[in-house]
C-alpha cells in the first residue's frame, strides 16, 4: 500500500523559471493538502484541495502560486515567476473521509538560485 | 501570531528514561491535536492524536495529554529510545475532521545511549 507519493524529490529553478511539485494521495484518500516549511519553521498550510474543488487556499500567496487536483492524474502545485524566498521544503498531505489524521509524502525540495 | 507554540527547540534525554514533549495553543476553536515525528529530509510521520473530548490517549510508548482550560498538550515516551531522536511537532485543526493543521515550530529530541 504505497503512500503519498511527491516528485521531484529536488527541484532546482533560476528566478524567474516556473516550478511545478507533483503529489499522489494515498489510495483511497480524497483530500489533499499542501504545506510549506521555511528553514528553522514549522509547517504552514498553503491549499486544501478534494477532486476538482479547492475547499480552502487561505495559506496561498495571492500572486504566482496556484493549485490543483484533477479529477484524473496527481495533484499540482505550481509556482510561476520562482523567486529566492520561494527557496523552501513542499509537502503534500492526504487524509480519507471522516478523518482528521493527515498522511504526509517526503517533500520536494526546491531551490531558487 | 502563532498559534500553537513549542517553547522547548531541543530535549536532551538518556535512553530507557521518560521523554516529556509540551506544546501551548491560544485558539480556542481548536478541537483535535496531533503529534508527528520527523527524520531530516524525509516528511512528517503521524504519531498519535487526541479528541477534545478526550484527556489523555496512549498508544504503545507514546501517550498524549490533553489540559484543555490550560491549553496545553503534552506527550510522553517511556522508555525512550535512540531511534526516537528527531524533530517532534505538534499540530492542532478546527472544524472537525478534514481540515487544515496549525503547526508549532518543532522540538528536537536526542535520546543517548
Known amino acids: 500500500n504505497a503512500g503519498v507519493m511527491q516528485n521531484p524529490r529536488h527541484l532546482v529553478r533560476r528566478r524567474g523559471q516556473e516550478a511545478r511539485l507533483r503529489c499522489s494521495p494515498m489510495?483511497?484518500?480524497?483530500?489533499v493538502y499542501w504545506y510549506r516549511q521555511l528553514p528553522e519553521e514549522g509547517l504552514k498550510f498553503m491549499v486544501y484541495?478534494?477532486?476538482?474543488?479547492?475547499?480552502?487556499e487561505s495559506g496561498m500567496p495571492k500572486e504566482r502560486f496556484s493549485a490543483e487536483f484533477p479529477k484524473e492524474g496527481p495533484s499540482i502545485l505550481r509556482i510561476q515567476q520562482v523567486v529566492r524566498g520561494d527557496s523552501a521544503a513542499y509537502f503534500c498531505a492526504s487524509s480519507g473521509t471522516g478523518t482528521s489524521e493527515q498522511f504526509f509524502g517526503p517533500g520536494t525540495r526546491l531551490t531558487v538560485l | 501570531d502563532q498559534q500553537v507554540k513549542q517553547n522547548s527547540p531541543s530535549l536532551s534525554v538518556q535512553e530507557g528514561r521518560i521523554s516529556i514533549l509540551n506544546c501551548d495553543y491560544t485558539?480556542?476553536?481548536?478541537?483535535?491535536f496531533l503529534w508527528y515525528k520527523k527524520y531530516p529530509a524525509e516528511g512528517p510521520t503521524f504519531l498519535i492524536s487526541?479528541?477534545?473530548?478526550?484527556d489523555k490517549n496512549e498508544d504503545g510508548r507514546f501517550t498524549v495529554f490533553l489540559n484543555k482550560s490550560a491549553k496545553h498538550l503534552s506527550l510522553h515516551i517511556v522508555p525512550s529510545q535512540p531511534g526516537d531522536s528527531a524533530v517532534y511537532f505538534c499540530?492542532?485543526?478546527?472544524?472537525?475532521?478534514?481540515?487544515?493543521?496549525?503547526f508549532g515550530k518543532g522540538t528536537l529530541l536526542t535520546v543517548n545511549p
Open positions: 499540530a492542532a485543526s478546527a472544524g472537525g475532521s478534514n481540515y487544515k493543521l496549525t
Open positions: 487526541i479528541s477534545s473530548i478526550k
Open positions: 484541495l478534494q477532486k476538482e474543488n479547492i475547499i480552502d
Open positions: 489510495k483511497g484518500h480524497s483530500h
Open positions: 485558539n480556542s476553536m481548536f478541537d483535535y
